[in-house]
């Protein structure tokens, strides 16, 4: 399972920028889709996640600015951010719970994406 994570880049504060994140490869069911970021220092930190049935949750700093969607026929996450703020800036992650079968066994992995930058300017 691969998770191609983009729409990341530049922004002024008060900016908004939209990351998208497709899931590709065996994949029998995507359960929770997740979004976290990471700021240089910092450890990896929940920004928003959305169940299979698309519940979300958000971090405190998300709520309000941030919003998570899914496309369960594209397999992609979305999370759409808004009011962007320089303390935003981190590197993006995205995360899928995938339900797959490797030899007609099921089985259930956490994937991870390779990260997408968020630079927002004062």
């Known amino acids: 399972v691969q998770l191609q994570a983009s729409g990341g880049g530049l922004v002024q504060a008060g900016g908004s920028l939209r990351l998208s994140c497709a899931a590709s490869?065996?994949?029998?069911?995507?359960?929770?889709m997740g979004w976290y970021r990471q700021a240089p220092g910092m450890e990896r930190e929940l920004v928003a996640s959305i169940s299979a049935s698309s519940a979300t949750n958000y971090a405190e700093s998300a709520k309000g600015r941030f919003a998570i969607s899914r496309d369960n026929d594209e397999k992609t996450v979305y999370l759409q951010m808004n009011n962007l703020k320089p303390e935003d800036t981190a590197v993006y992650y995205c995360?899928?719970?995938?339900?797959?079968?490797?030899?007609?066994?099921?089985?259930?992995?956490?994937?991870w994406g390779r990260g997408t930058q968020v630079t927002v300017s004062s």
């Open positions: 995360n899928a719970d995938v339900s797959y079968y490797s030899r007609s066994i099921p089985r259930r992995s956490d994937y």
């Open positions: 490869g065996n994949i029998f069911r995507i359960n929770s």
